[in-house]
């Protein structure tokens, strides 16, 4: 599956070696308002900035002189195979990023035999989605009411996806001073430095923009409801975007009766609240601050996950957030994730080089992944524990602390 990295590579994606990489030719490619939306989070970027840090604060133990030649970065998660321990993180809005973002980022995936898990505030149907790449997963912001709960549950299910996320973090939006900065909104609103800002960049323009309306019209939130949405640019979209203040387990427990499939639970960030989960029978949680996005100064995802491996029992843990090399990846799963799902890059590349980006995106990785598996000593990614790291600075969390997890 992983080639050499510039062997069979478009010739505009060689110079394209890490995922850091993509950032710098997206900002390039994207008007202003599209690449800050992507690029930023809330308030200060605190929690952005230490979902990063955070990995910094581990080092390596490797061993050597192991034969590691029959090595393997194959996963097994909810009972099927992933041809690496990593997939494609949910993100609104993809297709105005990259032309038709969405299945760019699905085929891609599908081709590499990886999980993507497709955002609830899309813009293309989730339909053609579970069509065009069958093993996707959807993530669904869930509406203000019962019954339009339960119509969206059985749309997704009709459509056939079989994993259902449900993220849970969004009771209010987070304070995205970033957006208003660079010029994005929701709506989308037409003005004399939105059309400088295309201009400027015809790229996009042409490439993205133009044939999406040529082909499919004005973009529309698709996938908020079991009914299609408002348009991107329409003065009541934020209809869309109900007030979620209300909900409670109990919401959760009346979809897990409904749903058949998989059901996780994303945005999850402390061992009481895995515990609920296992207890109200989900599947599997996403360990996940939402990239920084909500909550400023939340814990990052890595910090939180030992405690919540320890209490979330034989349920699935996962996690997202400052993923960007493979020895993350490594570090992740050592600290207790049993997956790990990368977001922005991703969708950088998608901006970048469409399909053929993300691929590339996708095999830079899955080589470091292997890589790093091998000067670890390891045969596979099951092996990693703690035993392989060691805490190089900073101090434990207090519920780290207590779920009696340390450097090794």
Not at 7 to 34: I, M, N, Q, S, Y
Not at 275 to 291: L, Q, T
Not at 293 to 308: E, T, V
Request: glycine share 12%; with cysteine.
């Amino acid at each position: 599956m992983y080639r050499a990295v510039g062997h069979g590579t478009p010739r505009h994606l060689r110079p394209v070696l890490a995922l850091d990489d993509f950032e710098p030719a997206a900002r390039r490619k994207l008007p202003r308002p599209l690449f800050g939306y992507i690029a930023g989070a809330a308030e200060t970027n605190a929690a952005l900035r230490d979902n990063r840090d955070a990995f910094a604060e581990w080092a390596f133990r490797p061993r050597y002189l192991i034969d590691v030649s029959k090595r393997s970065i194959a996963t097994s998660l909810f009972g099927q195979r992933h041809n690496a321990p990593f997939g494609i993180a949910p993100m609104g809005i993809s297709a105005i990023m990259a032309y038709r973002g969405d299945l760019v980022l699905a085929r891609a995936a599908a081709a590499a035999g990886i999980p993507m898990v497709m955002s609830g505030s899309s813009l293309i149907p989730m339909e053609e989605v579970a069509h065009a790449a069958p093993g996707s997963w959807f993530q669904a912001y869930l509406p203000g009411d019962e019954a339009r709960i339960a119509r969206l549950i059985g749309r997704v299910e009709q459509a056939g996806f079989g994993t259902l996320v449900l993220t849970v973090d969004t009771t209010t939006m987070g304070n995205r001073e970033n957006n208003i900065r660079t010029g994005f909104s929701t709506p989308l609103k037409p003005s004399l430095r939105l059309a400088w800002d295309g201009a400027t960049r015809p790229l996009w323009l042409w490439d993205t923009l133009w044939r999406t309306l040529r082909r499919h019209g004005m973009p529309h939130f698709e996938n908020n409801y079991a009914e299609r949405g408002a348009p991107i640019i329409a003065r009541n979209v934020e209809r869309d975007f109900g007030a979620r203040d209300h909900l409670s387990w109990a919401h959760v427990a009346r979809i897990r009766r409904q749903w058949r499939g998989r059901l996780v639970v994303k945005g999850i960030l402390r061992a009481e609240d895995a515990r609920r989960a296992a207890e109200e029978g989900i599947d599997g949680v996403i360990v996940s601050n939402h990239g920084g996005r909500q909550l400023d100064g939340a814990i990052s995802a890595l910090r939180a996950l030992p405690a919540i491996r320890v209490a979330a029992g034989g349920m699935a843990v996962m996690m997202d957030g400052g993923v960007r090399r493979g020895s993350d990846v490594l570090k992740a799963l050592a600290l207790g994730a049993d997956f790990v799902f990368v977001g922005r890059p991703f969708l950088y590349a998608a901006a970048v080089g469409g399909e053929a980006g993300v691929r590339h995106g996708i095999e830079i990785l899955g080589q470091e992944v292997d890589r790093n598996l091998a000067l670890l000593g390891c045969l596979s990614v099951g092996e990693v524990g703690m035993q392989h790291l060691q805490r190089i600075r900073g101090v434990p969390a207090p519920e780290e602390g207590a779920g009696g997890t340390g450097a090794a």
